[in-house]
C-alpha cells in the first residue's frame, strides 16, 4: 500500500520543487565562494541521552551515531532547566535564553477563565535560524520544528510540527476541510499539502509485524494495557516516519544549503515505556508479561532513530556538515538534578544531558566537545556559513569542535544584533479547532495538569 503512493508523490515533489526553486530564484541570492559553499544537515532527536548514546555506540548499536562520532566531533550538549521541549528547542533555534525568545512552553496560559491555547510561531520574539539565514540569501528548508506553526515564510520550504502531531491526534484530514486548511498554514509553501499528504504514514498503516521489531516477545500478551502499548508504538512511529518521508523527499527534490529535521518520537518512546525497562523505579507493580515484551522497546527506538539518521545521510555530499543534536536527556527515577517527586513522570524525566554530534569538512575528527549548551547551536550554524554571531545571543561558536585551519580562513565574526525590533507578531495565539485534541495529548503525556 505504501510504495504505491510513491510514484505519483515523487512526481508531484517533482513539480513543488520546481515551483520552490523559481521561489527561491526570486530571492535576492548571497554569492557563495565556490571555496566555502558547504551543507548543513540538523536533525534534532527530542529527548536523545548522551550517557544511553555512548553506552549503545560502544555496543555497536548505533552504526551511523557512531559513525559520525568517529569521524567528527562530539560531547554532552547541556540544557537549560525546566527542560522544556518547546523553550528549548526555539533556545536552540535563535541562541537565546526563554525570557528572550517569548516561548514559555506547549501553552498559553491565558488566564483561569478561558482554556490555555498552543503555543504558536508569530509570538516568538527573537528571529530564528531559518530567518537570519533566508534573509541573507541561503536557501533553508525545515521539517517538523516545534513551534512553528503558523509555517514560517522562509528561502526554501517549512514544514511544521503540527501537521504530524495533527495526524496523529486527530487522523486522517481527507475530506475535512478545516483540518486541511489548518494543516495548509503550517506548511510553506502551502501548495506542498496534498504532496506531502501523499506521503502520511497513519498507525493503522502499520502492521504487526512492523511494530514487533520493538518487542521483547513474539506475541503481544492479551491484556488490554499490552494493546494500549501497542497502539502507542504505532502511532509514535508512523508519526517520526511521516517527518522521515516528507524530509526524505524534500531534501531530495528541494536541496537547500541548511536542511533541517526535526524528530519527536523517542521522546513520546522514553515517557510511554520507561517504566517497563526500569521497573524498580515505578511505584506500581507490573506484570511479568508486560516486562518482557515492552522492556526493549526504548532501546530499539534509539536504533530506529539511528537507522532514520543513516537514511538522511544518503543526501549528504563531500561539502555537507552534519550536526545532530537533542534538547535534554532522559532519566527514569530520582538521582537526578530536576527531580523533586519519588518517582519521575511527565516532564521530570527530562534531565540536562543532551547530544551534540558534528561531523563534515572543517570538523575535528575525534574530537570531544566540551560545556555545549543547546544556546551554542545558532551561534555554530551560522559561523559555519560566514554569517556574524549577535553580540545579544546568549551561546557561542563550538570553536572546539572546529580544525585550525577552518577557524583560520572562517574567523568567527560579530553583529550586534540580528533582530529586527519588530518581536512577535502578536501575543495571542492563533486558536485553533482542534486545541481540545492538542490539549488531551499533552494531558496523556504528563505535560499539563
Ligand atoms: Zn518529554
Not at 509555517?151 to 478545516?178: C, F, K
Not at 491484556?223 to 531530495?252: G, K, P, Q, V, W
Not at 517527586?341 to 566537545?369: K, L, Q, Y
Not at 545558532?378 to 554569517?387: A, H, K, W, Y
Request: glycine fraction near 8%; include cysteine; charge should be negative.
Amino acid at each position: 500500500m505504501i510504495s504505491r503512493r510513491f510514484p505519483i508523490a515523487v512526481l508531484m515533489l517533482t513539480i513543488v520543487a520546481v515551483v520552490v526553486a523559481l521561489t527561491m530564484a526570486g530571492c535576492e541570492r548571497r554569492t557563495i565562494d565556490s571555496k566555502i559553499a558547504r551543507r548543513v544537515f540538523l536533525i534534532g532527536i527530542d529527548g536523545l541521552d548522551w550517557d544511553r548514546v555512548a553506552r549503545m555506540v560502544d555496543e555497536g548499536r548505533l552504526p551511523n551515531l557512531a559513525g559520525l562520532i568517529d569521524e567528527g566531533s562530539s560531547g554532552v550538549l547541556h540544557s537549560v532547566y525546566p527542560y522544556l521541549s518547546p523553550c528549548i528547542w526555539t533556545s536552540i533555534a535563535t541562541g537565546k535564553i526563554e525570557e528572550k525568545h517569548a516561548i514559555h512552553g506547549f501553552l498559553v496560559d491565558r488566564g483561569l477563565t478561558s482554556n490555555p491555547t498552543p503555543t504558536s510561531s508569530d509570538m516568538r520574539e527573537a528571529r530564528a535560524f531559518w530567518q537570519i539565514l533566508s534573509d541573507e540569501g541561503y536557501s533553508v528548508g525545515v521539517t517538523g520544528w516545534l513551534v512553528t506553526w503558523p509555517a514560517e515564510i522562509v528561502n526554501g520550504y517549512m514544514v511544521s510540527s503540527r501537521i504530524s502531531t495533527l495526524l496523529r491526534d486527530v487522523g486522517d484530514p481527507t475530506g475535512n476541510d478545516a483540518q486541511l486548511e489548518k494543516m495548509r498554514r503550517g506548511i510553506h509553501p502551502e501548495g506542498m499539502l496534498d504532496d506531502l499528504l501523499a506521503l502520511k504514514i497513519m498507525h493503522t498503516d502499520l502492521t504487526d509485524d512492523d511494530v514487533s521489531r520493538f518487542l521483547g516477545t513474539d506475541a503481544i500478551p492479551d491484556l488490554e494495557e499490552a494493546r494500549l502499548r501497542r497502539d502507542d508504538i504505532a502511532r509514535f512511529y508512523a508519526t517520526d516516519l511521516t517527518s522521515l518521508r516528507m524530509a526524505d523527499h524534500l531534501m531530495e527534490s528541494v536541496p537547500t544549503e541548511l536542511a533541517v529535521l526535526y524528530l519527536r518520537g523517542l521522546d513520546l518512546f522514553c515517557h510511554a515505556f520507561w517504566k517497563y525497562m526500569e521497573p524498580d523505579v515505578w511505584p506500581d507493580s507490573i506484570s511479568p508479561q508486560m516486562l518482557d515484551t515492552f522492556g526493549p522497546v526504548i532501546e530499539q527506538y534509539y536504533e530506529v532513530a539511528d537507522s532514520m539518521v543513516g537514511e538522511l545521510l544518503e543526501h549528504r555530499g563531500p561539502e555537507t556538515v552534519v550536526i545532530i543534536c537533542s534538547d535534554h536527556g532522559f532519566a527514569g527515577h530520582q538521582g537526578y538534578p530536576g527531580f523533586d517527586g519519588e518517582f519521575a513522570v511527565g516532564i521530570s524525566m527530562h534531565r540536562e544531558d543532551g547530544v551534540i554530534i558534528m561531523s563534515g569538512p572543517g570538523v575535528r575528527r575525534n574530537g570531544r566537545i566540551e560545556d555545549a549548551s543547546i544556546l551554542d547551536v545558532t551561534p555554530t550554524l551560522l559561523s559555519l556559513f560566514d554569517l556574524p554571531v549577535g553580540r545579544d545571543m546568549d551561546g557561542r561558536v563550538l570553536t572546539e569542535a572546529m580544525e585550525a585551519d577552518f577557524l583560520d580562513a572562517h574567523p568567527v565574526t560579530w553583529v550586534e544584533s540580528h533582530e529586527r525590533g519588530e518581536g512577535g507578531d502578536g501575543k495571542e495565539p492563533i486558536s485553533s479547532t482542534v486545541d481540545e485534541e492538542v490539549l488531551e495529548r499533552l494531558r496523556s503525556l504528563g505535560y499539563i495538569e
